[in-house]
């Protein structure tokens, strides 16, 4: 199946996403690589302030490059998954209905998406120029100290995704 989904409508969906299913998403996407991941468990452990609502918000796993004129981002690919799978559960568990990034997730995350009845999408690997022409917005919101891997707020356009882990417990790479 194919769906075109606003990341907000992302809760109301999840439900019915099955592994193999195109998405095509738009609407507000945050990027969260390790070290900013670090920093929001931190923040989540010591009660601190976030950077953004996790309550159903959308991860990429990307550290996007500077803009060239004209367009929001510069390359803008997905980052390996399993780097951020030790903080993932926490976030799941906080809200977060959905992950974008490549490759494999642990048994542990996997769970928390079925416990969550959230989802984990894929994109392209190796082409984040191409992926870039599908954000229209992009601003950092936190961590600008991390550079490429600060937290941004981006704004998806029609970005292509597979479901690649369900809330039932389907998994492409299980296949």
Sequence with gaps: MEYNIDSAQLR?????LKAGDRVILSGKV?????????????ALKNGGELPYSLNDAVIYYAGPTPAPKGLAVGSCGPTTSSRMDVFA??????????????GERSQAVCDAIIR???????????????????????RVIAY?????E????????NFPLTVAVDCSGGNIFKR
Aim: aromatic fraction near 6%; include cysteine; hydrophobic fraction near 40%.
């Design 89 to 102: 559960s926490l976030l799941l568990d906080k809200g977060v209905v959905a992950m974008i990034g490549k």
């Design 150 to 157: 600060s937290v941004k707020e981006l704004t998806f356009s």
């Design 144 to 148: 600008e100290d991390l550079g490429c």
């Design 116 to 138: 969550n009845k959230a989802v984990y999408l894929c994109a392209i690997g190796g082409a984040g120029a191409l992926a870039s022409k599908c954000i229209v917005n992009c």
């Design 30 to 42: 945050y990027t969260s690589r390790d070290a900013a991941h670090k920093r929001i468990t931190q």
């Design 12 to 16: 109301e969906y999840a439900p019915v």
